[in-house]
């Protein structure tokens, strides 16, 4: 009896949590209110299928039909109780969006009457109506066959009254439709490689978990403004608009104060965000105006990608309560910064070892070079496949613009780093090393931690930055799914950290000592991929040349890019550790090259429609406008007639040269991609997109923000960026 009360009690407390504001609590006592996480779980599962289920996420294994009713039933207990009425599986379709498919947990009773079910079979499976996802050709429609089954690793959550289970999506032949499915298998891979190196260092290392710490950068527009911007609301970025007369010269806005209708709007997200488990930690302006920034506290990779998305949801839900629209499109407007989602990426052992950081001792510290050294070499190796990971449509606007990565991959090390590895160079050698050399190594390796603290340079325009404890790739671009990358990063680490296992155990096997053979075999690495590194200034033109000369192969454009995933050395990379199938890799190539030539046609007939419809008839009012006036001047001074409308009659022409360069070119604009829409292959398409469609939008741009300039603003029919740029 008293139990049961005091469980009502509880309940009481905990409804009324949720309903009363939440801001005024502290935020330890609500974060992860709505998360099915162990903690719950132990309340909620009966102690043996809590146990299994723990051990299911510790060994990655998939939970068996009884122990999935079991814990249905748990968890739809506490889902009710917090008031859910539905559930979904809540997956990451190749789309870089979120899917959901939402079913009551509600069952009318034949011959009336209801109950509410949710059974084991729906939370390891469910069907959701898959062919209206991308899947690249794997699955035809007449078989719209996929299946979503729960990700144990990553727990439940409620949102609006519903339980959204995270899921991996696949087809019924067996291949990934998502990026959750690969992104775990990398994260497996990779654990067991790591593990295998550790063990020379530490045999408790049972487990070494990939952590990843997005940093998330976005815009925000008036919700108003953004609808009167026909290009904003269907492509994402404003494809005309002059820059405004003020913008970020004056770099006022970064750590500048946030406006206050911002700050509610932040304050609400986040709020949703602690709830929801996510740990942000910072928020601040960015270098643009009216673009911010967020991060949290680094997590385990899965569960960081779960987040980076979810949130991403949240935030767009949330600025439309306030009037708000949030843009993470890299590039919503020209000749301001753009936006990435910078990933800092580190591995961390079960015994609380963070692999990229330098520890305390000359064990723990040769520990640490082996694995920097391998994340650098991986670098080296696949750097090119690292850079076509971020490549998108979007991304492309902004990369190597002056303000974010070039498309080539460098690593910068930092100079302490570069001094260490100058130093390994130098001083080890395949000869056998004399006692007193052993020690004076040691001794130098054992000092990095010392000088790591005090050093706090950064390089800002590096793709692949080391920042002390961590990889920070900076060239991902803020609307995409982080996944991506890191699948490639983990893949080609593993790959490096298994050839590193090798080499070392060939050589102890020729009786060098582990230590010595360990040591030169970074070495070996460290002249192998001397060419990645580089200090300088990545957005300079000299980067470009040296780079170049270096033999450091970037991406080109953006359909080139995507040819690196078939590439044989690809392929074989994501076969070799059981990633990506050659299969699965044609069908993502597929659907990055079909999205890439969508994504380009719905701009350019955008702006087709927008110079017809607005600008060219806005021009022309204006003209007209001009062509009055100058007969009046004509009629009023018919001497000085020449002289004083010259100007005016200078504009006319300026007018009607624009106008005559937007229609004619639309026009031929459209001819090309009627050219380009009769070719099959969708890959020589959008190279054909790239090459021929995405010049006419530049082009076109360009006399329409002209004419911009010229135009009465009052007759203007789109908000200019100077009013897009400020919220108030
Ligand atoms: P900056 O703006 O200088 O790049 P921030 O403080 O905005 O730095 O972001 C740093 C990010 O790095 C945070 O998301 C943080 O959680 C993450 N991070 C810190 N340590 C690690 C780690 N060991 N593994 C992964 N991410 C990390
Ligand atoms: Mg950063």
């Not at 999506?169 to 990779?190: I, Q, R």
């Not at 970064?254 to 209708?261: S, V």
């Not at 911002?262 to 488990?277: C, H, N, P």
């Amino acid at each position: 009896m008293a139990t049961l009360r005091f469980k009502a009690l509880d309940e009481i407390s905990r409804r009324e949590l949720i309903e009363t504001k939440l801001s005024d609590k502290k935020i330890s006592d609500y974060f992860g209110i709505d998360v099915f996480d162990r903690e719950k779980m132990r309340q909620y599962l009966p102690k043996d299928v809590f146990d299994s289920v723990n051990t299911a996420i510790e060994e990655n294994r998939r939970l068996d039909r009884k122990v999935a009713n079991q814990v249905a039933v748990g968890m739809k207990a506490w889902a009710m109780e917090r008031g859910a009425t539905h559930y979904t599986h809540w997956f990451q379709p190749l789309n870089d969006s979120t899917a959901e498919k939402h079913d009551a947990f509600f069952e009318p009773l034949w011959g009336g009457g209801s109950f509410e079910t949710f059974r084991g079979e729906l939370l390891v499976q469910q069907e959701p109506d898959a062919s209206s996802f991308p899947n690249g050709g794997l699955r035809n429609t007449f078989e719209a066959r996929g299946y979503s089954a729960w990700d144990p690793t990553s727990p439940a959550f409620l949102i609006d009254r519903t339980l959204c289970i995270p899921s991996i999506f696949v087809a019924y032949t067996g291949e990934a439709l998502d990026f959750k499915t690969p992104l775990l298998k990398s994260l497996a891979a990779l654990d067991r490689a790591a593990v295998d190196v550790c063990q020379y260092f530490d045999k408790d290392v049972t487990k070494v978990v990939t952590t990843l710490g997005w940093e998330q950068e976005y815009f925000l527009v008036d919700e108003a403004l953004f609808n009167a911007r026909p290009d904003l609301a269907q492509t994402g970025r404003t494809l005309m608009g002059h820059t405004a007369a003020k913008d970020q010269q004056l770099d006022d806005h970064y750590w500048g104060a946030i406006p206050e209708r911002v700050i509610s709007f932040m304050k609400e997200f986040e709020e949703q965000a602690y709830r929801l488990g996510i740990p942000l930690k910072t928020r601040h302006n960015e270098v643009a105006p009216n673009q911010f920034e967020c991060a949290p506290m680094f997590e385990e990779a899965n569960i960081a990608v779960d987040h980076n998305t979810l949130l991403m949801t949240v935030m767009r839900k949330t600025a439309a309560k306030h009037k708000l629209k949030v843009l993470f499109h890299e590039k919503p407007f020209m000749g301001v910064n753009g936006s990435g989602k910078h990933c800092n990426w580190s591995l961390a052992t079960n015994t609380g070892v963070n692999l990229l950081s330098p520890g305390k001792t000359p064990k723990t510290n040769i520990q640490f070079l082996a694995f920097f050294v391998n994340a650098m070499k991986a670098a080296h190796d696949y750097g090119t496949l690292m850079m076509a990971s971020i490549a998108s449509e979007t991304n492309s606007h902004r990369l190597g613009g002056h303000e974010a990565p070039p498309s080539v991959l460098s690593v910068f090390a930092g100079s302490t780093m570069n001094a260490i590895l100058d130093q390994i160079e130098a001083r080890i050698s395949d000869k056998k090393l004399s006692p007193d050399e052993k020690t004076e190594i040691k001794l130098d390796i054992g000092k990095i931690p010392e000088i790591l603290v005090d050093n706090t340079d950064r390089n800002r325009t590096s793709p692949f930055a080391f920042t002390g404890n961590r990889f920070e790739f900076r060239a991902t671009g803020s609307s995409s799914n982080c996944a991506l990358p890191l699948i490639v990063i983990n893949t080609a680490v593993t790959e490096q950290l298994i050839r590193f296992k090798n080499e070392v155990d060939a050589l102890i096997e020729k009786n060098v000592k582990k230590d010595e053979a360990i040591l030169q075999i970074i070495r070996k690495y460290i002249i192998e991929s001397k060419k990645i590194r580089f200090e300088g200034n990545g957005y300079s033109r000299e980067w470009q040349e040296e780079a170049a000369k270096r033999g450091l192969r970037g991406i080109g454009n953006v359909p080139l890019a995507f040819k690196e995933y078939l590439s044989p050395e690809s392929i074989a990379l994501f076969e070799r550790h059981k990633v990506l199938n050659k299969t699965e890799l044609q069908a993502r190539y597929e659907i990055k090259n079909e999205t890439f030539v969508k994504k380009v046609q719905i701009e350019s007939r955008v702006l087709a429609d927008l110079a017809a419809n607005h600008i060219i008839p806005t021009a022309i009012k204006y003209q007209n406008v001009l062509i009055e006036n100058v007969k009046g001047i004509k009629e009023i001074f018919p001497k000085e007639f020449e002289n004083l409308a010259a100007e005016e009659i200078k504009t006319i022409r300026q007018i009607a040269e624009h106008v005559k360069y937007i229609r004619e070119h639309s026009f031929e604009m459209v001819e090309a991609r009627k050219k380009w829409n009769n070719v099959d292959n969708i890959a020589e398409r959008a190279i054909g997109y790239e090459t021929e469609i995405r010049p006419f939008i530049e082009n076109i741009r360009y006399h329409i923000d002209k004419l911009e300039l010229i135009v009465d603003d009052q007759l203007w029919p789109l908000p200019k960026y100077r009013e897009l740029m400020s919220i108030n």
